[in-house]
C-alpha cells in the first residue's frame, strides 16, 4: 500500500480497487501482441511484426499509432500503396501528433517518388 502511495500520491478506496482489477481479455492480448511487434522488430523481422500489428488493428481499429506502425512496416516491405494509404489515414486521424510534420514529409517524399510508376 505504501509502494501505492508513493506513486498515486492519496489512495482512495476507488483508487484500490481499480488497481486490484483484473485487465479484460482483450487488454491482456493487445499486450502480448505489442509484447510479440517488438520481438519481431528486434529481430528485423518485419513480416511477423506486420502481422502482430495487423492483429493490433484488429482488437481496435481506431489506434492511430498502430496504423502508422502498420503504414511504416509495409513500407519496409515494399508495399508502397497501403503504406500511403495507412499514413496519409493517420496524418488525417491524428493532426495534433508530435510526428506529423514528418510523417507527411515522408508521404509527400513517397508520392513524389511512386508518380513516376504510374
Same mark, same amino acid.
Given at each position: 500500500m505504501q509502494q501505492i502511495a508513493s506513486f498515486y500520491g492519496t489512495v482512495t478506496p476507488e483508487l484500490f480497487a481499480m488497481l486490484l482489477r483484473p485487465p479484460a481479455a482483450g487488454a491482456m492480448l493487445a499486450r502480448i501482441l505489442r509484447n510479440l511487434k517488438q520481438t519481431h522488430l528486434a529481430q528485423e523481422n518485419v513480416g511477423g511484426a506486420l502481422i502482430a500489428v495487423e492483429r493490433l488493428l484488429l482488437l481496435d481499429q481506431s489506434d492511430a499509432g498502430e496504423l502508422r506502425d502498420r503504414g511504416l512496416l509495409r513500407l519496409r *516491405?515494399? =508495399?508502397?500503396?497501403? *503504406?500511403?494509404? $495507412?499514413?496519409e489515414t493517420y496524418a488525417r486521424r491524428s493532426p495534433a501528433a508530435a510526428d506529423i510534420d514528418q510523417i507527411r514529409r515522408?508521404? =509527400? $517524399?513517397?508520392?513524389?517518388? *511512386?508518380?513516376p510508376r504510374n
Open positions: *516491405a515494399g =508495399r508502397i500503396y497501403p *503504406a500511403l494509404i $495507412d499514413l515522408f508521404v =509527400r $517524399d513517397l508520392m513524389t517518388a *511512386a508518380a
